[in-house]
């Protein structure tokens, strides 16, 4: 499985990162810009889904959402983040995210999300452990 993350490089999406990076098979490609992602040049590299940190970026999170799913619109996209209230969390969805997962999640929590969202279902989780 082949997978963008997007988000600056923190201690959260370093661990993000490493924990992606267990899964075998799987390959990540990392990005903080969210500009010009419909133009990525590794022909290589064709994601199935992405990972967004929107903790990382200082615009509206809808907003955000909204770009990154015009330029990649075929690919699912999980949102990582800090809200575990589902009044926060719904207009993600409606915004275009396939799925939630709340920062703080275990490994096997993330392998799941992102399984689940690549596999066309709506995941959310606000529980971490």
């Given at each position: 499985?082949?997978i963008?993350?997007l988000?600056?490089?923190?201690f959260?999406?370093?661990?993000?990162?490493?924990?992606?990076?267990?899964?075998?098979?799987?390959?990540?490609?990392?990005?903080?810009?969210?500009?010009?992602?419909?133009?990525?040049?590794?022909?290589?590299?064709?994601?199935?889904?992405?990972?967004?940190?929107?903790?990382?970026?200082?615009t509206?999170s809808?907003?955000?959402?909204?770009?990154?799913?015009?330029?990649?619109d075929?690919?699912?996209?999980?949102?990582?983040?800090?809200?575990?209230?589902?009044?926060?969390?719904?207009?993600?969805?409606?915004?275009?995210?396939?799925?939630?997962?709340?920062?703080?999640?275990?490994?096997?929590?993330?392998?799941?999300?992102?399984?689940?969202?690549?596999?066309?279902?709506?995941y959310?989780?606000?529980?971490?452990?």
């Amino acid at each position: 499985m082949d997978i963008l993350l997007l988000g600056k490089y923190t201690f959260i999406t370093q661990t993000i990162a490493q924990m992606l990076n267990s899964a075998e098979e799987w390959n990540l490609k990392r990005r903080y810009s969210t500009d010009d992602l419909d133009t990525i040049n590794d022909p290589s590299f064709d994601c199935d889904i992405v990972l967004l940190h929107i903790s990382d970026y200082r615009t509206s999170s809808e907003l955000l959402i909204k770009k990154v799913t015009s330029q990649l619109d075929s690919v699912p996209l999980l949102v990582l983040g800090q809200y575990d209230d589902d009044l926060l969390i719904e207009p993600l969805i409606e915004a275009g995210a396939s799925g939630y997962l709340q920062n703080g999640s275990s490994e096997s929590k993330l392998q799941k999300a992102v399984k689940a969202v690549v596999s066309n279902e709506q995941y959310i989780s606000t529980e971490f452990t």
